[in-house]
């Protein structure tokens, strides 16, 4: 059954976080704070809090090709969001499935390194994130860690070596990377888009705030969200940009409101719901 004035349907595929601020659960909240219904697929059972990650189990990838024909058979996906992706195999199984049933916007959170520093996969999960996960991509959105991760590279620590990192971003075949800043340091938080028609930079004033926790994945799926929202006529730069650019401004507008939850004793999540509550 389907509607014109129903909300567009978004799916995520990602880890679990029993703490409610990042992967799944993170995502859920912020598909719905934005006007979209939320759907999930689970890759990984995580033992995580704010203060860290304890364990990582990965759902066997049988278990998630399931997951994804049965809920993609049924129900029309406008965006997915693409999180922790464990192994090769796991992410040939995601590839196949979304050829099978390509929703209209593929968005890839490349989480393979937590905020506390966690490393989240090995090395052939890794390959497998940027050989067959970041061809699919239309919009990829790397933190300077996970960029770093990627390309087998050092991390950046300024915006110089920022930019220079960037082309080889854009060679792994998203047509779209947000390169984000928030590692570096300074009164700015500076995040550098990649599109077709070139390069720029999207900077928003630094909160100083600790609750940092989900930042990655509430981007992610906030971009997701908002091509989401785009009518189907619509699917050019100007609406791409804007879609990103958005999401940008939530985020921030969540970190600014984050002091108003008390969730654990490490870095709390930022405030999914702060136009809401």
Request: charged share 15%.
């Amino acid at each position: 059954m389907t509607s014109a004035s129903a909300p567009p349907n978004v799916l995520t595929i990602a880890g679990s976080d029993p703490s409610g601020g990042a992967g799944l659960q993170g995502d859920i909240k912020t598909f719905s704070a934005l006007g979209t219904y939320a759907t999930n697929v689970v890759t990984a059972v995580i033992a995580q809090n704010t203060q860290g990650v304890q364990a990582v189990h990965p759902v066997p990838a049988d278990v998630i090709g399931e997951q994804l024909d049965n809920l993609l058979g049924d129900v029309r996906i406008e965006a997915v969001k693409i999180g922790m992706v464990a192994s090769e195999t796991v992410a040939a199984t995601i590839r196949d499935a979304l050829h099978r049933h390509r929703p209209r916007w593929i968005v890839l959170d490349p989480v393979m390194v937590a905020k506390s520093g966690d490393i989240l996969v090995d090395r052939a999960g890794i390959r497998a994130v940027r050989d067959i996960l970041v061809p699919l991509a239309d919009v990829i959105t790397p933190n300077l860690p996970e960029a770093a991760v990627l390309l087998d590279a050092e991390t950046p620590r300024t915006t110089e070596a920022m930019a220079t990192l960037l082309p080889e971003l854009t060679r792994l075949g998203a047509p779209y990377v947000v390169l984000k800043g928030g590692h570096l340091s300074g009164a700015n938080c500076p995040d550098l888009l990649a599109t077709p028609q070139g390069v720029e930079w999207l900077e928003a004033p630094r909160i100083a705030t600790d609750n940092l926790h989900g930042t990655g994945c509430a981007l992610s799926s906030a971009v997701a969200a908002h091509l989401a929202h785009l009518p189907h006529t619509v699917s050019d730069h100007d609406a791409i940009h804007a879609a990103i650019s958005d999401a940008k401004r939530w985020l921030h507008t969540a970190l600014d409101a984050s002091t108003r939850l008390a969730v654990g004793q490490g870095r709390g999540p930022v405030h999914h719901f702060h136009a809401w509550w």
